[in-house]
């Protein structure tokens, strides 16, 4: 195993990415960053001036961009992509596009600049809805949308590079959760406390579905631990991702009293329940990563929330409800048509 000292993140600007970056640089990684900065190019300003990180403004189904960028790394971390159903929703064919049709020439230009290891962000979304007491990476995949059907295909594809040359690791993340400087609002555990200190309601769709999660912090230092970890532990393998499973409502309830906790003066926050036509549930088992690899996260959705609640409380998050950059769907309104053309370089 060649010593892992440069790494390409894409996405490196987004949400998992401006907390990923800065712990890579600070564990003695080169860092190079390829993103849109769609949602702002002063994501990373905390570590911009670090001689180790190189960010390039671009847009991954660019091969020739790849092509200059690529050689001297010896890892991807692959985060990039349209993200969230309602994001990819907007425009199917784009969706496709970045998520799916630049996976293969991102995996085989990568092969042949010479890097030796790629990690894929999957998603845990991929199950669909499934009844298993714990669902493992054995379980049959049955993604209900077209984002958790690219991400199952594109974990095809990478299988298909897995050789002694090239190590390929696949992990099935959890819903993040927890503070990003990239700070994104349209997520289940970050949308409710979004909307119980600032709007003083929580509204929960059903409220019965089960989710898992995982706080930002310790997803990033998975990341960190995978370029670590010797080929043989990690080659060819899928990792679920995950820590608490929680029902909505139960995460609901928990919002509404850390809320009361931190902020006593304010009054409790009510529970609309409404119905949904969202029937993703899925409880995830994390087992196989912490038998085999030994990470266990350490951060706990109580911890994300307080975290949350505790920015909104010192302004750290102007105009939360209003500000699009917080919502992937409403960012993505404004600049389809230029990422469709692949205009944002």
């Given at each position: 195993?060649?010593p892992?000292?440069?790494?390409?993140?894409t996405?490196?600007?987004?949400?998992?990415?401006?907390?990923?970056?800065?712990k890579?640089?600070?564990a003695?990684y080169?860092?190079?960053?390829?993103?849109?900065y769609?949602?702002?190019e002063?994501?990373?300003?905390?570590v911009?001036?670090?001689?180790?990180?190189?960010?390039?403004k671009?847009?991954?189904?660019?091969?020739?961009?790849?092509r200059d960028?690529l050689?001297?790394?010896d890892?991807?971390?692959?985060?990039?992509?349209?993200?969230?159903?309602p994001?990819?929703e907007l425009n199917a064919?784009?969706g496709?596009?970045?998520?799916y049709?630049?996976f293969?020439?991102?995996v085989?230009?990568?092969?042949?600049?010479g890097?030796d290891?790629f990690?894929?962000?999957?998603s845990s979304?991929?199950?669909?809805?499934?009844?298993e007491?714990?669902?493992?990476?054995?379980?049959?995949?049955?993604?209900l949308?077209?984002?958790?059907k690219?991400?199952?295909?594109c974990e095809?594809?990478?299988?298909e590079f897995?050789s002694p040359?090239f190590t390929?690791?696949?992990?099935r993340?959890a819903?993040v959760?927890?503070?990003?400087?990239?700070?994104r609002?349209d997520?289940?555990?970050?949308?409710l406390t979004n909307?119980?200190?600032?709007?003083?309601?929580?509204?929960?769709?059903?409220?019965?579905?089960?989710?898992p999660n995982?706080?930002?912090?310790d997803?990033?230092d998975?990341y960190?631990q995978l370029?670590?970890?010797p080929?043989?532990?990690i080659a060819?393998?899928?990792?679920n991702?995950?820590?608490q499973?929680?029902?909505?409502g139960?995460?609901?309830?928990?919002?509404?009293?850390?809320?009361?906790?931190e902020m006593?003066?304010r009054?409790?926050?009510?529970?609309?329940?409404t119905v949904?036509?969202d029937?993703r549930?899925?409880h995830?088992?994390?087992?196989k990563?912490?038998r085999e690899?030994?990470f266990?996260?350490?951060h706990?959705i109580?911890d994300?929330?307080?975290e949350?609640?505790?920015?909104?409380?010192a302004?750290?998050?102007?105009?939360p409800?209003?500000?699009?950059?917080y919502?992937?769907?409403?960012m993505m309104?404004?600049?389809?048509a230029?990422?469709?053309?692949?205009a944002?370089?």
């Amino acid at each position: 195993m060649r010593p892992i000292r440069t790494v390409m993140v894409t996405g490196g600007g987004g949400y998992v990415g401006a907390v990923l970056v800065p712990k890579l640089l600070q564990a003695g990684y080169r860092v190079r960053v390829v993103d849109w900065y769609l949602y702002g190019e002063n994501v990373l300003d905390a570590v911009r001036d670090d001689p180790n990180l190189t960010q390039i403004k671009g847009d991954l189904r660019d091969h020739e961009l790849l092509r200059d960028f690529l050689p001297g790394c010896d890892a991807v971390i692959h985060l990039a992509c349209i993200s969230n159903d309602p994001s990819f929703e907007l425009n199917a064919n784009l969706g496709k596009s970045v998520n799916y049709e630049a996976f293969r020439p991102l995996v085989q230009i990568s092969l042949d600049c010479g890097v030796d290891r790629f990690i894929y962000a999957s998603s845990s979304s991929v199950y669909g809805v499934s009844d298993e007491p714990n669902v493992t990476e054995e379980h049959k995949l049955a993604p209900l949308t077209d984002y958790s059907k690219y991400k199952a295909l594109c974990e095809e594809i990478l299988r298909e590079f897995q050789s002694p040359r090239f190590t390929a690791v696949t992990i099935r993340p959890a819903t993040v959760c927890g503070w990003s400087p990239r700070l994104r609002l349209d997520l289940s555990v970050n949308i409710l406390t979004n909307h119980a200190v600032n709007s003083g309601k929580i509204t929960v769709f059903g409220g019965d579905q089960l989710r898992p999660n995982i706080h930002i912090q310790d997803i990033t230092d998975l990341y960190v631990q995978l370029l670590r970890e010797p080929d043989d532990r990690i080659a060819g393998k899928i990792f679920n991702a995950g820590y608490q499973n929680m029902s909505i409502g139960d995460i609901a309830r928990l919002v509404r009293t850390v809320v009361k906790q931190e902020m006593p003066d304010r009054e409790a926050v009510p529970i609309v329940t409404t119905v949904t036509d969202d029937g993703r549930s899925y409880h995830i088992s994390s087992e196989k990563i912490r038998r085999e690899l030994g990470f266990e996260p350490r951060h706990t959705i109580e911890d994300a929330v307080r975290e949350l609640v505790q920015a909104f409380a010192a302004g750290k998050v102007p105009r939360p409800l209003e500000d699009p950059k917080y919502f992937n769907i409403r960012m993505m309104q404004s600049a389809e048509a230029k990422l469709l053309e692949g205009a944002l370089t």
